[in-house]
């Protein structure tokens, strides 16, 4: 099976900061990733596919990017609603694996 | 506005069967151009897929996991269900149940949840 490796397991930032979120693949798996958000007791979110597509509905704050079996989720901007939990799943092949998660708290 | 909710008991007793079904409403099942999943998260970690359906019938199964899931569609209730056996308390989760969208490949509708505990 496919690994992602997801890091940071947390981080705390503040309103307004710009913060990165990264998975590594544990082979090539082209662009076939997304990210999800979940926040407490709700079901997880589409916010990116296939590595850097924005999914409809999804502020433009959110950005993906791909580079080799690195995938970065990148939240240009902080917003009170962004502190959560994040997941990068591979969609590559099967079995579908998700990433371990970070979550992002409030400094 | 298609919209997918989980149902089944609440708790379910060590060694016996776990039974859940989504049902999907606002739209068919019988699309081309979906899989539906299901996926869970045991309490305070990460989410772990389990299977894949699609309309047809075809399934995709999580290995570690397949000698005990099945999971099986029923396009004239427009519902698709999961069943795993022989379940401990590690089975203890939220199961969500997904659509997936095909190419691109993402889950990009979920219900809301339901939690399973496996318990005496």
């Known amino acids: 099976a496919i690994q992602m490796t997801q890091s940071p397991s947390s981080l705390s930032a503040s309103v307004g900061d710009r913060v990165t979120i990264t998975c590594r693949a544990s082979q090539d798996i082209r662009n076939d990733l997304g990210w999800y958000q979940q926040k407490p007791g709700k079901a997880p979110k589409l916010l990116i596919y296939v590595a850097s597509s924005l999914q409809s509905g999804v502020p433009s704050r959110f950005s993906g990017r791909r580079s080799g079996t690195d995938f970065t989720l990148t939240i240009s901007s902080l917003q009170p609603e962004d502190f959560a939990t994040y997941y990068c799943l591979q969609d590559y092949d099967y079995p579908l694996t998700f990433g371990g998660g970070t979550k992002v708290e409030i400094k | 506005q298609l919209q997918l909710q989980e149902s089944g008991p609440g708790l379910v007793k060590p060694s016996e069967t776990l039974s859940l079904t989504c049902t999907v409403s606002g739209g068919s099942i019988s699309s081309s151009s979906y899989h539906w999943g299901w996926i869970r998260q045991p309490p305070g970690k990460g989410l772990e897929w389990i299977a894949n359906i699609y309309y047809s019938g075809s399934t995709y199964y999580n290995p570690s996991l397949k000698s005990r899931v099945t999971i099986s569609v029923d396009t004239s209730k427009n519902q698709f269900s999961l069943k795993l056996s022989s379940v401990t308390a590690t089975d203890t989760a939220v199961y969500y149940c997904?659509?997936?969208?095909?190419?691109?490949?993402?889950?990009?509708?979920w219900g809301r949840g339901t939690l399973v505990t496996v318990s005496s």
């Open positions: 997904a659509r997936r969208g095909l190419r691109p490949e993402r889950f990009d509708l």
